[in-house]
């Protein structure tokens, strides 16, 4: 593998976790081989890994986006602040942004997914 995916796939497991990464890597078949080792180079390591932001600035502008556009993918970024260094602070804030810019619909969907993560990971 190339050092671009092995510096993504660094970052990838630091921002994701390792148990969801070799779940991906469990997953992976003939049909999306490629795919997964061009997100792990160009996204994990072409775009996570550069210099302009932070990992927690990059984690909150990737939630914005997906909850802005309601992806699934929003609950696994929500997750990854632990490891990023977002703050739940942060991210409310954030949200607040995407319901003025993306809608509240939007922003009502990803705070409901927002309040059940943390429920489930408070002591």
Do not use: C
């Amino acid at each position: 593998m190339s050092d671009r995916y092995e510096k993504g796939m660094k970052v990838r497991r630091e921002v994701l976790g390792d148990a969801h990464v070799e779940r991906a890597i469990e997953r992976t078949t003939e049909l999306d081989r490629d795919f997964q080792q061009w997100i792990t180079e160009s996204v994990w390591g072409g775009l996570w890994t550069r210099d302009a932001l932070t990992l927690p600035e990059r984690s909150l502008v990737t939630i914005a986006i997906l909850a802005a556009l309601g992806r699934e993918e929003l609950e696994l970024h929500l997750r990854a602040i632990q490891r990023t260094g977002a703050t739940r602070e942060q991210v409310a804030e954030v949200l607040m942004h995407v319901a003025v810019y993306a809608g509240v619909p939007a922003a009502n969907h990803a705070f409901a997914t927002f309040k059940r993560i943390a429920q489930e990971e408070s002591p």
